[in-house]
Antibody
Framework: QLQLQESGPGLVKPSETLSLTCSVS??????????WGWIRQPPGKGLEWIGT???????YYNPSLESRVTISVDTSKSQFSLRLNSVTAADTAVYYC?????????????WGQGILVTVSS | DIQMTQSPSSLSASVGDRVTITCRAS??????LNWYQQKPGKAPKLLIF???SLQSGVPSRFSGSGSGTDFTLTISSLQPEDFATYYC??????????FGQGTRLEIK
């Protein structure tokens, strides 16, 4: 059974860097069948796609966040990570890591439980 | 970016009702349209992918249809556990995946 688990600080100061890690178990993070990504949800609001990384290492980011975002994979640890620079209060959200199906219509078939990150001094 | 617009934004219905939620894309997306259900405090759950394919384990009362720019999610007979928020999502543009704003389904 696939499991995704987000980890990282729950509180980040304005202008600093938000760093989260997603640990993957029950599936190979190196498989070409899947991609890995991050989605966030501000309190009481809808879902916002942050970015995606494919097995090839190719990354795609939300244009509104692209200048501040980096997603990377560490296959040796079966983890992928999110870095978001220069955060503000608007970046306060529940951050989800997720797996997508690269062989169909890129649907997101597994989600982590989510981690609340608050940006505040 | 491809914009996804759901309607209605909220909906009140009763157990046993048939409910339809619509999602419109700002440009052609073929059948790269997925539907998710989210309950409070939980991660979203995939219901429908490729516009009309039922995800494994999802009850058959859920169905999806559409192609191009207009799509629908139908729940044939609402059950108590179906009251949640529903999101559509386009994956046609790999460069920029986008979600609809959500439809909150409440008990009447």
């Amino acid at each position: 059974q696939l499991q995704l688990q987000e980890s990282g600080p729950g509180l980040v100061k304005p202008s600093e860097t938000l760093s989260l890690t997603c640990s993957v178990s029950g599936a190979s993070i190196s498989s070409s069948t899947y991609y890995w990504g991050w989605i966030r949800q501000p309190p009481g609001k809808g879902l916002e796609w942050i970015g995606t990384i494919f097995y090839s290492g190719s990354t795609y980011y939300n244009p509104s966040l692209e200048s501040r975002v980096t997603i990377s994979v560490d296959t040796s640890k079966s983890q992928f990570s999110l870095r978001l620079n220069s955060v503000t209060a608007a970046d306060t959200a529940v951050y989800y890591c997720a797996r997508g199906d690269n062989g169909s219509k890129l649907q997101i078939d597994y989600w982590g439980q989510g981690i609340l990150v608050t940006v505040s001094s | 970016d491809i914009q996804m617009t759901q309607s209605p934004s909220s909906l009140s219905a009763s157990v046993g009702d048939r409910v339809t939620i619509t999602c419109r894309a700002s440009q052609y997306i073929s059948n790269y349209l997925n539907w998710y259900q989210q309950k409070p405090g939980k991660a979203p759950k995939l219901l429908i992918f490729a516009a009309s394919s039922l995800q494994s384990g999802v009850p058959s009362r859920f169905s999806g249809s559409g192609s191009g720019t207009d799509f629908t999610l139908t729940i044939s007979s609402l059950q108590p556990e179906d009251f949640a928020t529903y999101y559509c999502q386009q994956s046609y543009s790999t460069l920029s995946i986008t979600f609809g704003q959500g439809t909150r389904l409440e008990i009447k």
